[in-house]
Each structure stands twice: as C-alpha cells, then as structure tokens.
C-alpha cells in the first residue's frame, strides 16, 4: 500500500490522502466514512480528516448519504496529459483516423502490469467494456499493451507481466510465459499487435507504436471493433494501414514538438472526457 514507503522524504499524509482518492471505484461513486476507512484501512478519525481536507480542497463533496468525488479530480489526470503534450498532438490524428474507420480508437501508456489510456475520440456502440481517460486494463490481452510489452527488453517485459495488476478485470486470455513471450516477439517483429477476443468477448483491435524524436516507444494507439460488426480480415486489411499511417503523423509531431523552442505556449485545447461504452 501507498502508506508503506520508506526513506526520509516519503510523506504518509499525502499517501494517505491519495489513496483515498483511488478508494472510490466505478458503481460505487458514493462511499459513506465506513465504507472509505474499510477500503483503505485507515482509523475512521483519520479517515475522516483527510475526506474533510479533500472537500475543502474541492477534490469531493459531502452529501447527505456519505461522499463523493468532484469534477476536480479530474484536473490530477489531465496535467499528466498536458505536460505531455501528446494530447494536443494527436487529437487531430485520431480524428482523421475515427472519421474513415468509424470505430474508437485511443492511446495508452504502461502503468506496471497494466495499461492506462490517456487519449481517446470514440464513436457510440453498445458493448460490454466502459472505456474512458483513466481506464486501465490488463496490458497483456490488449492490442495496446502487446505494443507496449513488446518494446521492452524481454527480460524486463517478464518482470512487468509478474506484477499483480490494478484493473481488477479478469480477461478471457491467461497464456503461460511461453506463449505470450511467443506473441511479443511476432509483435516486435512485424511493428503491430493485434487482440482478437482475448481481453473480453467481443473485443478485437489493432495496435502500432507511438514514439519520440529518439525512436522510444512512449505509448501506443489503437483502432478498436466489436467483432461481431467487424471481421478481422477487415481490421488488418483495411483500418490497419490507416492506423500505422495516423501512427507515423503522431510520433513526427510528437518530436517536432519536442524539439520546438520552450517558450513556444501551445494553445490550450480540452480534454475529452469521454464516458460513453465502447471497445479497447
């Protein structure tokens, strides 16, 4: 837990406060004291004190049932995203991208074991995942993740996948080290990943790369499908060059940027905060 780190300079309270924040779970957006002192294993009165601060903060909101978290907290992912600048970069890239395929697509990093998406524009199907800027999944099952696995050396990939992950989803695929060893390195041969119902069924999308002026994959990007709309031949065939091509525009504007002037402000654009059900 957050509350265990070590060293002179690790500060609990702020642990503390954190780990609060993340106490509060989809289908449960209001917790009462108890409920938030039992998710973290905090002492009710410290519980309580931190829930206090945060509300004063603007971080969550007291109601009459108990507690819940504002719009604010949102503010915490978007700086990530901002200072990244990849936002701002690829928005119009993965617009051009849903325009032709008529399918969501998003960008994802490496958290641990698991992947978290930090950009997305999607388009309104029903299916059974929620996927929004924050969502994490397993990163092994997922197109994102492969790409992302598959950059690493593969000794450090193996210590990635052995880390319990956060997502709390249980996927369709569970491979032994042999076989998904196997998929990272046809990944990293040929330069994409592909998930055919491996996460959840239903679910299949392709991957490519993203990457900075030195070659780094810094995250990855996806165009995602329901399979019972989307035949797979049509996801490699057809929307999977239009991926690696929007891929390529991202990771040269990415280090165009990267190597602009500092003082050069890029305007400000919003964030999406896009909630509604669609496929990783």
């Not at 779970?25 to 410290?46: E, I, K, N």
């Amino acid at each position: 837990m957050p509350r265990e780190g070590t060293g002179p300079d690790f500060i609990e309270a702020l642990a503390r406060g954190l780990e609060v924040i993340t106490a509060f779970r989809p289908r449960q957006p209001v917790m009462t004291l108890t409920d938030v002192a039992g998710a973290t294993g905090l002492a009710r009165p410290t519980a309580r004190r931190i829930l206090l601060t945060l509300a004063e903060l603007g971080y969550v909101r007291q109601q009459d049932n108990g507690f819940a978290l504002t719009p604010r907290v949102l503010d915490l992912g978007v700086a990530y995203t901002r200072s990244m600048g990849l936002w701002d970069v690829a928005r119009p890239h993965l617009e051009w991208l849903v325009e032709r395929t008529n399918e969501s697509c998003s960008i994802a990093q490496l958290d641990g074991s698991d992947i978290v998406y930090v950009a997305r524009v999607s388009v309104p199907k029903v299916v059974a995942l929620v996927v929004q800027i924050g969502t994490r999944f397993p990163a092994l099952p997922t197109s994102l993740g492969k790409v992302l696995l598959a950059a690493l050396p593969p000794e450090e990939a193996a210590r990635v996948v052995a880390e319990p992950g956060r997502s709390g989803l249980d996927p369709v695929w569970r491979p032994e080290r042999g076989e998904w060893e196997a998929e990272l390195r046809e990944v990293r041969a040929r330069g994409w990943a592909m998930t055919d119902e491996q996460l959840a069924r239903g679910i299949r999308s392709v991957a490519a790369p993203l990457r900075d002026g030195s070659g780094r994959v810094i995250a990855s990007v996806n165009v995602n499908a329901h399979a019972a709309e989307t035949p797979a031949d049509v996801l490699v065939n057809d929307y999977l060059p239009l991926l690696l091509q929007a891929a390529g525009e991202i990771s040269l504007d990415f280090a165009r940027l990267e190597t602009a002037p500092h003082t050069v402000r890029r305007p400000e654009t919003k964030l999406p905060n896009d909630t509604s059900p669609a496929p990783i």
